[in-house]
């Protein structure tokens, strides 16, 4: 599975693409932080995530998009640029036919360290070992979209499964409905012949 990683940001995106392979192991191909000018209008700034994302699907042709989830923090300014560069991704992976999965920073990091608590510094250490890199990824950025990578990797089984199961739990729950539809409908049925 090649899964393409994104720490979603206006002023700095981390992309990271990852193959994971039998078991847990897994391997970068590729990884960029793209920076745009704080100066430039919000418009330049999504077009130019949009236009880098758009070709990195292009050359990198993963089977997934992982991006980070937003949630609350104390700057809204900063949580309003995070969830719009997030939803030009999801857009972007969207229009290429390719599944999108939101993941949030406690669920990346206890899947990379082991920690949901675990700090950026510890994420890159064990992201420079899980990839065998030569250098840790800078800045983190990065680090965090390969993360995300290799997050999705170890838990896209696990969703499946699960999302598996609810499908049959659905469709186990109809049949019983109903038959307890057609139970009480005989009931009526015998009780209405009398």
Known sequence: ????GVDPGLTRCGLGVVDGGAGRSVSCVAVQVLRTPPAAALG?????????VEQWITIHRPDVVAVERVFSQHNVRTVMGT?????????????????VTFHTPSEVKA????????????????????????????????????ALAICHCWRA?????TAEARVRAAELARRHKARLAAAAAARAGVGGGR
Do not use: N
């Not at 330049?44 to 880098?52: G, K, W």
């Not at 089984?157 to 499964?161: I, T």
């Open 83 to 99: 969830a719009q560069a997030g939803g030009v991704v999801a857009l972007m992976a969207a229009r290429a036919g390719l599944p």
């Open 157 to 161: 089984p696990m969703l499946a499964r």
């Open 44 to 52: 330049e700034r999504l077009l130019a995530l949009a236009d880098v």
């Open 1 to 4: 599975m090649r899964v393409l």
């Open 111 to 146: 899947a990379v360290t082991g920690s949901g608590q675990a700090g950026k510094q510890q994420v890159t250490a064990m992201v420079t070992r899980l990839l065998a890199l030569p250098d840790r990824p800078k800045p983190a950025d990065a680090a965090d979209a390969l």
